[in-house]
C-alpha cells in the first residue's frame, strides 16, 4: 500500500517536473497587479514597487558599468513565461548591474523578472513620445530559445498499432 | 578459411574507414588540462603559451592582411570539441587566425572551434563596456557544419524508399550537410 502510493507521488511529480520549467520566482513579495502601461499611467509613479515582468527584448545596451534592456511585456503564464499570442502590456526599460551579453540577451529572445520600480524615463519609439517604466533587476531569467514550443504543447497522445510475429 | 577471414578483415577495414571524421585530429582532442576560459580571463599571464581549445558562436570577423580575427562567445564544448547548444557561457575570446578566412563562409552565429596557445588579453568596448577578451593565437580551427533544415515531410515514409526513383519529389533527393576544411 505504502509502496505503491510511493510509485504514485514519484510518477505524478516526474510528469509535474516535465511540464513546470522556468524561474519560479518568489512572488510573495511582487504586486502582481502592476503592468508596464498601468506603472506609468499616473506621474510621478510610485517607486520601490515589486514587478514580476516578462517579455521580449527589444533591444539590448552595455553600458560602463550595467546593461539595460529595452522589452515588450505580455501577460505572464502559470511558468511565469510570457505569452507572446496575447495583447502586450507596454514596453519597461530594465537596468542590470554588470555586464549582460548581448548575444545571447539578444532582440526577440524573452526574459522574465523581478525588479523593483525605480523611476520612468521618456523616451521615442519612432516619432512618437514614450514614457518608460523603469526597473532595477533582482532576478533575470532569460528563456531558452525554443522554450515556446516545449510549453505550447504540455502532453502528447498518440495511438500505435502493433503486429506481434 | 582463410580467405573468409581475409575478406572480412577487408571489408571492416573498409567499414572504419568510412567512419573516419573529418573533424581534425587537435579539434576532436582538448590539451592535456585544457583551461577553463575563465581561469584564463582571471590570470592571463600565468597562462600565457598554454595549449587551449575552445570553440562557439561566432560574433564577428576581421580581415586583416594575411590574418583573420574572429571574436567567439564560448559556449561549453561537447566531448568531440562541438560547442552544445545552452546558452550557458563562460563568455567571449577573441582568435588570432594566420591566413585569410572568408567571411561570407564564417558567417554570424555559426559554430568553430579552435585549438591554439593563450597569446595574452585584450580590452575591447562592448557598447560602452569594457570587455576583458582572452587572445588564442589559432593552430587549428574548425567551422562545425551548419543545421539542415529538413522539409517538414522529410521523415515520412516515402524518403525511407531505396528502391523506387520519385521524380516528383525533386532533386536533391537527399540533404548532405557541407563541412568546410581547413588544412
Redesign the interface.
Known amino acids: 500500500m505504502t509502496l505503491s502510493r510511493f510509485f504514485l507521488l514519484s510518477i505524478v511529480l516526474l510528469l509535474l517536473g516535465a511540464c513546470a520549467s522556468g524561474p519560479s520566482f518568489d512572488t510573495r513579495r511582487v504586486d502582481l497587479a502592476v503592468t508596464p502601461r498601468s506603472a506609468v499611467a499616473e506621474q510621478p509613479l510610485t517607486s520601490g514597487q515589486t514587478v514580476l515582468w516578462g517579455g521580449v527584448i527589444l533591444n539590448t545596451?552595455?553600458?560602463?558599468?550595467h546593461?539595460v534592456l529595452e522589452v515588450l511585456a505580455y501577460p505572464l503564464n502559470s511558468n511565469q513565461m510570457p505569452q507572446r499570442g496575447r495583447d502586450p502590456l507596454g514596453r519597461f526599460i530594465l537596468e542590470r548591474q554588470g555586464?549582460l551579453?548581448?548575444?545571447?540577451y539578444a532582440e526577440g529572445r524573452m526574459v522574465t523578472v523581478v525588479g523593483t520600480l525605480e523611476r520612468s524615463e521618456s523616451g521615442t519609439v519612432g516619432g512618437s513620445d514614450y514614457v518608460y517604466p523603469v526597473i532595477e533587476a533582482n532576478e533575470l531569467y532569460?528563456w531558452?530559445?525554443d522554450s515556446e514550443q516545449y510549453n505550447r504543447s504540455n502532453v502528447h497522445f498518440g495511438i500505435g498499432v502493433g503486429i506481434g510475429l | 578459411m582463410t580467405e573468409t577471414l581475409h575478406i572480412s578483415c577487408l571489408l571492416s577495414t573498409l567499414l572504419l574507414a568510412s567512419c573516419a571524421s573529418q573533424v581534425p585530429v587537435n579539434i576532436r582532442q582538448a590539451p592535456p588540462n585544457n583551461p577553463l576560459l575563465d581561469e584564463v580571463r582571471d590570470n592571463a599571464v600565468s597562462f600565457q603559451s598554454r595549449q587551449v581549445r575552445w570553440g562557439g558562436?561566432i560574433?564577428q570577423l576581421d580581415n586583416r592582411e594575411n590574418a583573420t580575427v574572429l571574436s567567439v562567445?564560448a559556449r561549453p564544448l561537447s566531448k568531440d570539441g562541438e560547442p552544445r547548444s545552452t546558452?550557458s557561457?563562460q563568455?567571449?575570446f577573441i582568435a588570432h587566425i594566420p591566413i585569410f578566412i572568408d567571411p561570407k563562409v564564417y558567417t554570424m552565429g555559426r559554430e568553430v572551434t579552435v585549438r591554439g596557445t593563450v597569446a595574452g588579453i585584450e580590452t575591447r568596448q562592448?557598447?560602452?563596456?569594457?570587455?576583458t577578451y582572452v587572445v588564442v593565437k589559432a593552430t587549428d580551427w574548425y567551422l562545425w557544419p551548419e543545421a539542415v533544415q529538413y522539409p517538414a515531410d522529410y521523415y515520412r515514409w516515402w524518403y525511407y524508399d531505396p528502391w523506387i526513383y520519385h521524380p516528383w519529389y525533386g532533386y536533391p533527393y537527399y540533404h548532405h550537410p557541407h563541412h568546410y576544411r581547413h588544412h
Not at chain 2, 562592448?126 to 570587455?131: A, I, L, N, T
Open positions: 545596451r552595455n553600458l560602463e558599468s546593461t555586464f551579453e548581448p548575444a545571447s532569460l531558452p530559445r | 558562436e560574433l562567445l546558452d557561457s563568455g567571449r562592448v557598447g560602452e563596456y569594457p570587455y
